[in-house]
C-alpha cells in the first residue's frame, strides 16, 4: 500500500502554462538592457529558477555589472509586464481543474513553486480553484529556492507530514532535484520537457489526466 499521504504541485508548467509569457516579461525586460534572450537559453539555463535566480544568472552569464537592488527593481519591472498579461488569460493547462478537484477528495493539497505568491493566488482565483489548496510555498518563503530542497521541505512541513509521505508533480529537471533532494516521491511531466529529461521522477506522465490516484498509490 502506498505510503503517500498529500500532494505537492509546482506551478509554472504543471498548472499553468505560463513558461512562454514568463519568457515573454524576461526578453522584455531585459532587452531594454541591450541583451537577447533565446528561448532555447530560456528553456536550457533559466527555467525552474525564480525570478530572483533567473536575474542573478543573467548578470553572471553576461556578465552585468548590476548590484542587488537594481535585480530588485528588475524583478519589479518584469512582475508588472507579467501581470498584465495573465489577468486577461486563461492559462492554466487542460485538465488542471479537473485533476485538482479529483485529488481534492483523496489528500490534501499544496503549492511548491518560484513564481510569486500574488501571481498564483490570482490564477487560482480566477479558476475557482483556491478553496482546494491548503497552502502555498511562493518565491520568497524558503532561503534557498529549487533546485534547492526548501521549498518541498517547508511544504512537507506545512502538510504536517514527513517529505517521505509527499509526492511532489514537476516538470523540469531542477523541480525533479528539489522534490527528490526532500525525500519526497516526484512525478515528471511532459508539459516542458521530453521523458528522456524528466529521467530523476519516479514516474513520468503526458498530461494531468494521467495524475491520478491509482497512480500515486503504486509510487
Same mark, same amino acid.
Given at each position: 500500500? *502506498?505510503? @503517500?499521504?498529500?500532494?505537492?504541485?509546482?506551478?509554472?508548467?504543471?498548472?499553468?502554462?505560463?513558461?512562454?509569457?514568463? &519568457?515573454?516579461?524576461?526578453?522584455? %525586460?531585459? *532587452?531594454?538592457? !541591450?541583451?537577447? &534572450?533565446?528561448?532555447?537559453?530560456?528553456?536550457?539555463?533559466?527555467?525552474?529558477?525564480?525570478?530572483? $535566480?533567473?536575474?542573478?544568472?543573467? #548578470?553572471?552569464?553576461?556578465?552585468?555589472? %548590476? $548590484?542587488?537592488?537594481?535585480?530588485?527593481? &528588475?524583478?519589479?519591472?518584469?512582475?508588472?509586464?507579467?501581470?498584465?498579461?495573465? /489577468?486577461?488569460?486563461?492559462?492554466?493547462?487542460? $485538465?488542471?481543474?479537473? =485533476? %485538482?478537484?479529483?485529488?481534492? *477528495?483523496?489528500?490534501?493539497?499544496?503549492?511548491?513553486? !518560484?513564481?510569486? #505568491?500574488?501571481?498564483?493566488?490570482?490564477?487560482?482565483? #480566477?479558476?475557482?480553484?483556491?478553496?482546494?489548496?491548503?497552502? @502555498?510555498?511562493?518565491?520568497?518563503?524558503?532561503? /534557498? *529556492?529549487?533546485?534547492?530542497?526548501?521549498?518541498? %521541505? #517547508?511544504?512537507?512541513? &506545512?502538510?504536517?507530514?514527513?517529505?517521505?509521505? =509527499?509526492?511532489?508533480? /514537476?516538470?523540469?529537471?531542477? !523541480?525533479?532535484?528539489?522534490? +527528490? $533532494?526532500?525525500?519526497? +516521491? =516526484?512525478?515528471?511531466?511532459?508539459?516542458?520537457?521530453?521523458?528522456? /529529461?524528466?529521467?530523476?521522477?519516479?514516474?513520468?506522465?503526458?498530461?494531468?489526466?494521467?495524475?491520478?490516484?491509482?497512480?500515486?498509490?503504486?509510487?
Amino acid at each position: 500500500m *502506498s505510503s @503517500i499521504q498529500a500532494v505537492v504541485f509546482d506551478f509554472d508548467g504543471v498548472l499553468a502554462d505560463t513558461e512562454q509569457l514568463h &519568457l515573454a516579461a524576461y526578453q522584455e %525586460i531585459i *532587452s531594454a538592457r !541591450g541583451i537577447t &534572450l533565446t528561448r532555447d537559453e530560456y528553456y536550457a539555463h533559466y527555467l525552474g529558477y525564480n525570478d530572483e $535566480g533567473v536575474f542573478q544568472r543573467m #548578470r553572471e552569464a553576461h556578465g552585468l555589472t %548590476i $548590484g542587488d537592488d537594481e535585480i530588485a527593481v &528588475l524583478i519589479a519591472e518584469k512582475t508588472e509586464v507579467f501581470d498584465r498579461v495573465v /489577468e486577461k488569460t486563461d492559462v492554466l493547462y487542460a $485538465g488542471a481543474a479537473s =485533476c %485538482i478537484e479529483r485529488l481534492a *477528495s483523496d489528500y490534501p493539497l499544496g503549492i511548491a513553486s !518560484g513564481a510569486l #505568491r500574488h501571481e498564483i493566488e490570482m490564477v487560482l482565483r #480566477r479558476a475557482r480553484l483556491a478553496q482546494y489548496i491548503r497552502f @502555498i510555498v511562493a518565491s520568497g518563503d524558503t532561503t /534557498e *529556492s529549487k533546485p534547492a530542497p526548501d521549498p518541498y %521541505i #517547508r511544504a512537507a512541513q &506545512l502538510h504536517a507530514f514527513h517529505p517521505s509521505e =509527499c509526492v511532489a508533480i /514537476e516538470d523540469s529537471r531542477w !523541480g525533479i532535484v528539489s522534490a +527528490k $533532494g526532500a525525500g519526497m +516521491k =516526484c512525478v515528471g511531466i511532459t508539459n516542458t520537457y521530453p521523458a528522456s /529529461e524528466l529521467t530523476g521522477a519516479d514516474a513520468i506522465i503526458g498530461t494531468l489526466h494521467d495524475f491520478t490516484t491509482e497512480l500515486i498509490q503504486q509510487l
